[in-house]
């Protein structure tokens, strides 16, 4: 089995998300307008110890539901590149053990092992995003410093979701051409249709999350899992007919 992207772990980030900036209005309303009536009425310390609890209060509980978000969108998107690669992994442990003497037929299934092997999804770019992110966030305390590895881990991420994008579009295509050869070698029908996964431009995913700030995102990352999801389903009862 290739494995699964968990779905609930992607919809529990969006929950969490929406519950976070919640918490935040919570905290930030009265806050705000004590702030407000310290302007008007001038009741300094009074209205200070009111407005610096409520910031401490803030921060604790957006930190530590930042880090239970931040944690499991980890986790999904290791899933993801796991899921893919133990794909390919199996679909080339099964492609190795077809015996054929059809010339034609193993020549389609040494190119296909070959690129098969190169769309396996390295771990550089993942390991780089997770390393500069918790630089990041270890280096909180000197403004410039985090800026730079923020910027250092948007790229590594970017790189990274652009692997998965690619590998995960690419992959159809080559089971798509090598499962056809398989089918007409092995005499069969029909063998099951390998769900695609659209190609997506990188560009065009970070433009459209900023416009609708953020929500594009969350419908992705669930989108994408599906998609990952259906696509594993279909390959798996292609492969347990060609096999």
Excluded: C
């Amino acid at each position: 089995m290739d494995g699964r992207v968990n779905i609930g772990l992607a919809v529990t980030v969006i929950i969490l998300t929406i519950f976070s900036f919640f918490v935040s209005m919570i905290f930030m309303i009265p806050v705000a307008y004590s702030m407000i009536n310290s302007q008007a009425y001038g009741n300094g310390i009074e209205t200070f110890s009111y407005y610096f609890s409520g910031f401490s209060y803030y921060y604790f509980v957006t930190i530590v539901l930042g880090m239970i978000i931040a944690i499991l969108e980890i986790i999904l998107f290791k899933q993801w590149m796991n899921v893919l690669n133990r794909n390919i992994l199996n679909t080339q442990r099964m492609l190795s053990n077809v015996r054929t003497e059809d010339i034609s037929v193993k020549s389609e299934i040494e190119t296909a092992s070959v690129e098969l092997r190169n769309e396996m999804i390295p771990n550089w770019a993942f390991w780089g995003f997770i390393i500069s992110y918790l630089a990041m966030l270890g280096l909180s305390f000197l403004g410039s410093m985090v800026l730079l590895f923020g910027l250092i881990s948007f790229i590594f991420f970017l790189i990274y979701l652009h692997q998965i994008f690619t590998t995960s579009h690419d992959l159809y295509k080559i089971k798509a051409r090598v499962y056809s050869y398989l089918k007409n070698m092995k005499g069969l029908p029909s063998v099951e249709e390998v769900t695609s996964v659209p190609r997506r431009n990188i560009f065009l995913v970070v433009l459209l999350t900023i416009i609708t700030i953020g929500i594009y995102w969350f419908y992705l990352i669930v989108k994408l899992s599906v998609e990952i999801n259906e696509y594993v389903k279909s390959d798996e009862l292609a492969r347990i007919k060609l096999t």
